[in-house]
């Protein structure tokens, strides 16, 4: 198995360090390759960093995939499908809501049998829902069919099964008014209390991505036609309202600064009634002249002003965010590097969050202190996103300069999870090393600058 995930030989030291790290971190089940361990060497003792995450085989599954590695990604793909069947029910519940899991391991018994386990959020700590997972698992299936021309896999009939009953959670009707997905609090990357409920642009992005592969992946038939249709106007409403309604720029910041509240009806310009004495003081003089982003969350009164890295470069890949939009986010992080990328490529969220503010929203988590961990740390998991939306934008020099500054590092620091401090200086407090993500994201990130198209089933198709 290892001389196939080596077919395409690493050129640094740093990439033949990464690829063992991966190599090292195969999950097998019945004999195959089905997935990768979340990390080798775990700081605390979360024993689940031994498991297989749905969303951090990801970038993994983009190593095999780029690497001609198909099958790893083809059993993964039947492995975590399979896993859905395993949820219990929940009490008071009246059905299974069919998630995918945030992850799973494989258990061997002493009689030689295995068996499959998994985390619905069932046990997670902080008992957080894993909503981005069935979107990934989407997402990917896209990337393998476009990769491998193996329409066959998405056109079984337990895959199509799975692509309806996805599509159905996500176009479920909840008590909203609003085109976004509502979620709750930690249910996808950040899976901690972070003031991270409602409609977090992570998600949003995962959203948009994922109605245009089920577009094409979910075969119409008498079935799936009218959920078909009514994901179009899904789409189309979610990317006009991401579009105006998220995005910050020195215009729109203005346009808020000075905006009428306490507005009735249909017409009203400021329909979520925003206060403007809520823009934050570290906002006006940060914001460049060219440059902007899409916002961290939004809902009734409430406009989270903080940089969310994944949900912006993510839209980005996507195409949910304009082409004009797009080139902007990449000058905002031109504009702000030491902020957003410092000694670490990427920032996860910009500022962070201190004092009352991160005692009430984050339950006083010691995890997330300032500048650390989710609020505020430097996660290299992220370098294929970085990498991905820059070539995406035409800016390869951005990619290469956040590579030069993360490779040596890394490969020093033995690849942790996440760094800590302003600027990313320092290793993350509680960060396991050996963490595969971070090594998957290097790999990925080098084969994106190798060949920036490389992402392009992922994008939006025309006119959208
Ligand atoms: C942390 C991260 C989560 C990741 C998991 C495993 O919980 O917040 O995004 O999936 O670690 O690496």
Not at 99 to 126: Q, T
Not at 127 to 142: F, G, I, T
Not at 275 to 285: M, T
Request: aromatic share 10%; charged share 20%.
């Amino acid at each position: 198995m290892s001389e196939h995930v080596l077919a395409l030989p690493p050129q640094t030291e740093a990439m033949r360090a990464a690829q063992q790290l991966i190599t090292e971190s195969l999950i097998h089940y019945e004999g195959l390759p089905v997935g990768t361990r979340a990390a080798l060497s775990a700081w605390t003792a979360a024993e689940n960093y031994a498991d297989c995450f749905i969303r951090d085989f990801v970038p993994s599954g983009l190593v095999f995939l780029l690497q001609g590695r198909h099958d790893v990604v083809r059993n993964f793909l039947r492995v975590a499908l399979r896993i859905r069947d395993l949820q219990e029910e929940i009490e008071g519940h009246r059905g299974l809501p069919r998630v995918m899991p945030a992850s799973f391991r494989v258990e061997r018994h002493l009689d030689g049998g295995e068996s499959l386990h998994a985390d619905f959020g069932d046990r997670a700590i902080g008992r957080v829902a894993p909503v981005d997972s069935m979107m990934w698992w989407v997402l990917l299936l896209q990337a393998y069919v476009r990769e491998t021309g193996d329409t066959a896999l998405a056109a079984d009939p337990a895959f199509q099964r799975g692509l309806q009953s996805i599509l159905g959670v996500l176009l479920n009707d909840r008590f909203e008014v609003f085109p976004t997905l509502l979620v709750p609090d930690g249910s996808f990357m950040i899976d901690r209390r972070m003031g991270v409920y409602g409609h977090p642009l992570e998600i949003q992005a995962l959203f948009f991505g994922s109605l245009n592969a089920l577009a094409e992946l979910l075969l119409p038939s008498e079935a799936t036609r009218p959920m078909l249709e009514q994901a179009v106007k899904r789409r189309a409403q979610l990317t006009e309202y991401v579009r105006q309604f998220y995005w910050l720029d020195l215009a729109r910041l203005n346009d808020i600064h000075r905006y009428e509240t306490e507005a009735f009806g249909q017409d009203a310009v400021n329909p979520l009634n925003i206060y403007p004495e809520s823009i934050p003081d570290w906002l006006v003089d940060w914001l460049p002249d060219a440059g902007g982003y899409l916002l961290g969350n939004l809902g009734p009164g409430r406009m989270d002003f903080r940089f969310f890295a994944f949900g912006n470069l993510l839209a980005v890949i996507f195409g949910l965010a304009t082409p004009t939009q797009s080139d902007a986010i990449m000058n905002l992080y031109e504009a702000q590097w030491s902020d957003l990328v410092g000694r670490m490529p990427v920032k996860l969220i910009y500022p962070a969050m201190a004092g009352l503010e991160w005692q009430l929203l984050t339950g006083s988590d010691p995890k997330n202190t300032p500048w650390s961990y989710h609020n505020g740390g430097n996660w290299p998991a992220l370098l294929w996103a970085f990498a991905g939306a820059a070539m995406r934008t035409g800016r390869g020099d951005l990619a290469r300069r956040a590579l030069e500054i993360a490779e040596p590092r890394l490969l020093a620091d033995d690849w942790p999870e996440y760094y800590d401090g302003r600027n990313g200086r320092l290793i993350g407090r509680r960060a396991n090393t050996r963490q595969t993500w971070s090594a998957a994201a290097l790999l990925v990130a080098h084969g994106l600058i190798r060949e920036p198209d490389r992402l392009a089933f992922w994008a939006a198709p025309e006119g959208v």
